[in-house]
């Protein structure tokens, strides 16, 4: 079982940035990928950034050039930078985190949700 929390999430301006964090707990060990995603009223959630054990990370063509995410093991966080935000980027973000464990020769993954943290940017 693995827990997400959220935080950093407010409200700012255009052109602000925010930065927020998700911090696991539980069985990290088993966590092979990290990831926020974003909803807004009246859409689907859609993928923002994830980042790999390995450290790979990936982008939403929306977000490109100014987010960034990383991830810090030692402390089982993940942080989402969101620089130059825009009013398209409201919404709730939410902290993904995939695990995987099993046997060699079977695996077993598991997805978990944090509850979310509201991000508003106002024009």
């Known amino acids: 079982q693995v827990q997400l929390v959220e935080s950093g999430g407010g409200l700012v301006q255009a052109g602000g940035s925010l930065r927020l964090s998700c911090a696991a707990s539980?069985?990290?060990?088993?966590?092979?990928?990290m990831a926020w995603y974003r909803q807004a009223p009246g859409k689907q959630r859609e993928l923002v950034a994830s980042?790999?054990?390995?450290?790979?990370?990936d982008y939403s063509d929306s977000v490109k050039g100014r987010f960034t995410i990383s991830r810090d093991t030692a402390k089982n966080t993940v942080t989402l930078q969101m620089n130059n935000l825009n009013p398209e980027d409201t919404g709730v973000y939410y902290c993904?985190?995939?695990?995987?464990?099993?046997?060699?020769?079977?695996?077993?993954?598991?997805?978990?949700w944090g509850q979310g943290t509201q991000v508003t940017v106002s024009s």
């Open positions: 980042i790999t054990s390995s450290f790979r990370t």
């Open positions: 539980g069985r990290t060990r088993s966590i092979e990928s």
């Open positions: 993904y985190a995939k695990s995987t464990w099993g046997p060699v020769e079977r695996t077993y993954s598991s997805d978990y």
